[in-house]
Structure formats: structure tokens, C-alpha cells
């Protein structure tokens, strides 16, 4: 469960580190025929590309000859192997107009439950009550009408594997405008939450390593192949030259008409969320050993920042004034960090696939995960209040970083204290995580968890599960009035 999938570009937590992506596996259809007529028409086809960038990868097992055999991807327009010319073209508009329905509901979901949310008053996260309504429908289906559940799951394939592969542009926000965040705060302070956060990360990391490797003595876990995942294939030279025209042109125009679309932050939306795509696109081909110094989501919001830094130089307005527009929080008015974060309720709602597809590798490891990740979840939150209080941080900012160990999606949905500074909560849980992605590997060697690092047959479910539960468990503890209570008397 606490392990790091080496060969992924992407970011990901696990318990209170990024890992590199949440994990969804391609949804595969179905046909009855002859195993070795199958195996010699694939060989003879051209390799699979996934259209949103995932690449399949799953081990065929064959039985008898009248076997139904997983093998032929449900949604072909997320596959595009040797057609012809002609009809290459039909194929990717539908696969377009798929993927732009499929996002969309996520996020009009998200919208409208959210807004049902604010207008009852209820301060429980919307997306995480939608979250459990899919996963219940999915569990319900899956008992009464199977050929259902697996519509449904196909249906939402397209959107599952663009969170999969966009995900860290969704934290990156919190990070560009980290400046901001900081400014007000003296460096003493800042060396305390460095503290806190590297400290705290490795406090909590033994600990879920230790109740996880101690439950799997006592329970005997049989350890068996988990769910092979479909894993995202490196960004496209096309994708490179698209993003860079678009920033360009949009840089350029900014520059030349500062208020083209009515006001600074829709002005310079398009070449700041450029900006930052790019900066994501290059650091993800960065060579393994340069991403332990440099990640990708450093990578990414430094080149956010250099846009910003350029733009302000030129347009002789500022640095400030820029980061000001990229992050507004006004949904009249939204800037490019806005629209990145938006996508952070369908995260939310995407889990509910996501453990609906592990519900078998849940069931199997329970007694460690559910163990592990409540006691650690526990131990992160009053660990960080106490001591943020021994080392004398002020109260304000103690209580903005208790919920470093919920992942950003569902700690910026929790009114969980009042007076807290949501732009600093969200950028220590980034850096918590770039911690956790840099260093988790090394540690848990060093901890003596090899069980947990390079023996499982396959890492990264366990991570996504982890990841999930871990925010939803966090999510609901700090929603409890008694607990919130609590925790503010350990600050002080």
C-alpha cells in the first residue's frame, strides 16, 4: 500500500505523499472465440495508442477454446490502430465529442452538488456524498444488473483516463501562487512549517508502515497479482507544438491588448494555463534521476510563474498582480489556476470508479489498508497540532496546515476551521507529497518495509486506494464537530 510506481510520469498520494497517478484500468468488451485465431489477428495489427494517452497493458490468460476472453476494447475511439485513412477521421471526432460529454458530466455534477450544498448549509463535502451515491449505485448494479455497471463504467472510461493523465495540473495552483501565500509569513514561521512538513511526513509514514506490516502478520494476508493498470504514454511532439503556438499567440496578444477579454485574468488565462500545461509536458520527460531533484509539478509551476514574471515585466504591472489573476476564486471572473482547479470535485466522483474496480484487492487487504490508513490519518492530524504548539508556530497557521495528510481535493472543501489560509493549505499538502515522491522509495528501505516497496506483484492499486481512503477518511473525521474541538485545544 505505501509504495512508489517507479515507471509513471505522473503524481499521486499515497497517505501523505504524491504518487504518479491515479490508476484506472481500460474497460474491455467481451467476444467468444478461438484463442490461438485471436492471438495470431492481434499480432498481426499495429500496436495499440490509447486517443487520451493511456497505454494497455494486461496479462492474457487463456483457457479452453469456448472461453470469454477480455481482449477487444469496448470504446474504439480510445484506440487507434491500422484503419484506414478514411475513417480515422469519424473515429476521432466521436472519440472527442465522447471524452467532452463524458468530463462534462463530472463536472456539471460537481457544480450543481455543490451549489445544492451551499444553499442547505451542509458542511460536509458535496463531491464526497456524490462519490459515495456512485460507488452504491455501481455495488447495486453490479449485484442486480451486471451488463449495466459495466455500460456505465465504459461510458465514463474516457473521462476516468483524462483525470489519470492530467491529474498533477490539478494541484499546481496552490503551488504558483505559493508567493502570494507566503508573503505575509516571517521567515522563522516558514522554517517551522518546513519542519512540520518533513518531519511530519516521515513521523507519519512509519507509522502507517508499521500498523500495516504488523496487521498483515497478525491477519496472514495472502498476497496474491493485484489489477494490472493501463499506464499513460509520454506526451507527444504534437502536444509540445500545440501548447507552445498557443502560447505564444496568447502571450503576444495579452501584451499588445491587456483588456481583449474584459478583464486581466480572462486576458491572461490562455497563456498562463499554457504556460503551465508545458511546463508539466517537459518535466514529465525529464530522465528518472533528474525528477528525484527537479519533478515534474516543480517543473510546472515554475513555468507558470516565469510566464507570470515575464508578463509582468513587460506589461510593467508586476509579479503580483498576475499571480493575483491566475488564482482569483471568483467564478464570474476566473483565471487559469480556477479552471485547473475545478476539475478537483471530479476527482472526487472518479474515485468511486476507481474503488469499485479494487473492490476485490479492498476486500483481500481490509484488515491493513483500512487499519493503516485510519490510524495514520489519526496520528498525522493531532501529531501536526501538537507539535505545531511545542515549537511555537502561531496558532493561525497551525490550524491551516492540520489537514496536510487530506489531499487537496477534499481538504479545500472542508470548512474545516475558521480563519485558515486555504492558499497555504493546499500548497503544504502539494509539497507534502513532493516530498512523499522524491524520497518515499529511500525511506521505506530505510525503514526496513521492503514488503511494502518492491515486493507487491503491482504497486499502483494499492497507492490509488490509499490515496482515496485516506482523503475520504480524513475528510470525514475533520467534519465531526467534537474532533474539529479537539484539535483546536491541541493547538492552544
Known sequence: MLTKHKNSSQLFFDTNFFQNSVPTSLSMSTVSAKPNYLVSKLQKTSPVVAFNGARLQHK???????????????????????????????????????????????????????????????????????????????VILDSTVPAVATSLIDFFEPALLFIQRWLPLFYVPSLVVLPLSV???????????????????????AAAGYTAITVRRMVKTEMTDAECMGKPSPFSNVELWSWSGVFLISFVGALLY??????????????????????????????????????????????????????GYFSKSGLDPVLGSYLTKVSSNPGAGDVLMGFLGSIILSFAFLMFKQRKLVKRHAAEIFTSVILSTIFSLYSTALVGRLVGLEPSLTVSILPRCITVALALSIVLFEGTNPSL???????????????????????????????EPEALPFCAIAYALNGIFGSLLCSIPAVRQSLLAVVG
Open 60 to 138: 492474457q490468460r487463456w483457457t479452453n477454446p469456448q472461453t470469454t476472453l477480455a481482449i477487444v476494447p469496448s470504446s474504439t475511439f480510445l484506440q487507434m490502430g491500422s484503419q484506414d485513412a478514411s475513417s480515422e477521421t469519424p473515429i476521432l471526432v466521436v472519440g472527442i465529442l465522447h471524452l467532452v460529454v463524458s468530463v462534462g458530466i463530472f463536472l456539471a455534477m460537481d457544480m450543481f452538488s455543490n451549489k445544492a450544498f451551499v444553499a442547505a448549509a451542509i458542511r460536509f463535502p458535496s463531491a464526497l456524498f456524490g462519490m459515495f451515491c456512485i460507488f452504491s449505485v455501481l
Open 258 to 311: 491587456p483588456a481583449a477579454l474584459g478583464t486581466s485574468a480572462r486576458t491572461c488565462l490562455p497563456f498562463l494555463l499554457a504556460s503551465t500545461v508545458l511546463g508539466y509536458i517537459v518535466g514529465s520527460g525529464f530522465p528518472s534521476d533528474v525528477k528525484k531533484v527537479f519533478h515534474p509539478i516543480i517543473c510546472c509551476a515554475l513555468s507558470a510563474d516565469l510566464a507570470a514574471f515575464a508578463y
Open 425 to 455: 493549505t493546499a500548497a503544504m499538502i502539494v509539497l507534502t507529497g513532493l516530498v512523499g515522491a522524491n524520497f518515499v522509495q529511500a525511506t521505506l528501505d530505510k525503514l526496513q518495509f521492503p514488503a511494502l516497496s518492491a515486493k
Open 183 to 205: 508573503k505575509s509569513i516571517p521567515t522563522a514561521s516558514g522554517i517551522k512549517l518546513c519542519f512540520i512538513i518533513v518531519g511530519g511526513w516521515l513521523a507519519t509514514l
